[in-house]
């Protein structure tokens, strides 16, 4: 197995200016253009993570909380918070800054996995996460649960194999 690695190890920080281009008839961020941002900053902080080539096997839990304004800069903040066999979960969180005005307001959230793969695409093991802060320690703790429920809606894992899921529910195995 390779070596345990820190989660701070994997943080990654991306910023972008919302251009024209970016945006929808509100003169707000596209959607899409910002989760193309975010896939992108939470795959660096996985290849960080498994120094491997990663791709994206899903995307959970994405909040638009506000609209993002023409003119805003965004930043991005991942950071993996498990490693499980092969996939690992990237916690990702958005801020909008609007610089004249002086804010910055905290806009999306998301939770990414990547699995790292080999060289002929076959998925290879990752290092297992060790947290530190009590923020990684909670989003190491919850990533298991997530992880079940994601299986189990995908179809991949049977609701009575995710034994955590089913405890945060009260309902006996
Ligand atoms: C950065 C990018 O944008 S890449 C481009 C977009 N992404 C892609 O093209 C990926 C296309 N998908 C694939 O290549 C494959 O489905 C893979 C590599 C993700 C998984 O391949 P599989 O043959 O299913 O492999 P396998 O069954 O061994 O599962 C490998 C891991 O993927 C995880 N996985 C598979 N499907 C999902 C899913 N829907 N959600 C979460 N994890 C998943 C499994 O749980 C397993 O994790 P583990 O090793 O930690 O236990």
Redesign the pocket.
């Known amino acids: 197995m390779p070596q345990p690695k820190y989660a701070r190890e994997s943080l990654v920080t991306m910023t972008e200016m919302v251009l024209p281009n970016d945006t929808n008839t509100l003169n707000n961020l596209m959607g899409g253009r910002l989760l193309h941002w975010m896939?992108i900053c939470a795959?660096i902080s996985a290849q960080k993570h498994s120094n491997r080539i990663?791709?994206?096997?899903?995307v959970d839990n994405v909040s638009f909380s506000e609209p993002i304004k023409l003119g805003n800069i965004v930043t991005m903040q991942a950071k993996v918070t498990r490693g499980?066999?092969?996939?690992m979960e990237v916690n990702i969180e958005v801020w909008a800054e609007d610089i004249p005005a002086g804010t910055r307001v905290s806009t999306n959230r998301a939770f990414y996995?990547?699995?790292a793969?080999d060289q002929n695409?076959r998925?290879i093991e990752?290092p297992p996460v060790v947290p530190e802060t009590e923020a990684e320690h909670d989003l190491y703790a919850s990533a298991l649960r997530r992880?079940q429920l994601?299986?189990v809606l995908?179809g991949?894992m049977k609701p009575n194999d995710a034994k955590e899921l089913r405890a945060l529910f009260g309902v006996e195995n």
């Open positions: 896939d795959a990663v791709v994206t096997a899903s499980f066999n092969s996939s996995t990547f699995v793969v695409g998925p990752v992880r994601r299986l995908a991949r």
